[in-house]
Nanobody, 124 residues
Framework: QVQLVESGGGLVQAGGSLRLSCAAS????????MGWFRQAPEKEREFVAA????????NYADSVKGRFAISRDNAKNTVYLQMNNLKPEDTAVYYC?????????????????WGQGTQVTVSS
């Protein structure tokens, strides 16, 4: 089992950058696929980015390709989401999620472990 805590959210102007962090508990973090999802008010949770547990592949939602980057530091039990050129439509609560030995799916139902979320607000 793994527990996840996100941080790094905040208020930023359009065009700005933020880096979200997700710290995981447990000694087997390196064996977890990690994903980032987001949920805007009155909208369903949507996929943002994910990384296979082995780190050999990453995938992104079309809406963030070229602007966001997912990475991980297994020594620190942390996964990151670097967000550049932010747009007002990126405003949402961002969640990280973990899936033991998973492929890095874009489906939220593949992830049994979730953090509490961190708010990102992009002003125009």
């Amino acid at each position: 089992q793994v527990q996840l805590v996100e941080s790094g959210g905040g208020l930023v102007q359009a065009g700005g950058s933020l880096r979200l962090s997700c710290a995981a508990s447990g000694r087997t973090f390196s064996r977890y696929a990690m994903g980032w999802f987001r949920q805007a008010p009155e909208k369903e949770r949507e996929f943002v980015a994910a990384m296979r547990w082995s780190g050999t592949s990453k995938n992104y939602a079309d809406s963030v390709k070229g602007r966001f980057a997912i990475s991980r530091d297994n020594a620190k039990n942390t996964v990151y989401l670097q967000m550049n050129n932010l747009k007002p439509e990126d405003t949402a609560v961002y969640y990280c999620a973990a899936d033991y030995q998973g492929p890095g799916s874009s489906s939220s139902t593949s992830y049994p472990y979730w953090g509490q979320g961190t708010q990102v607000t992009v002003s125009s």
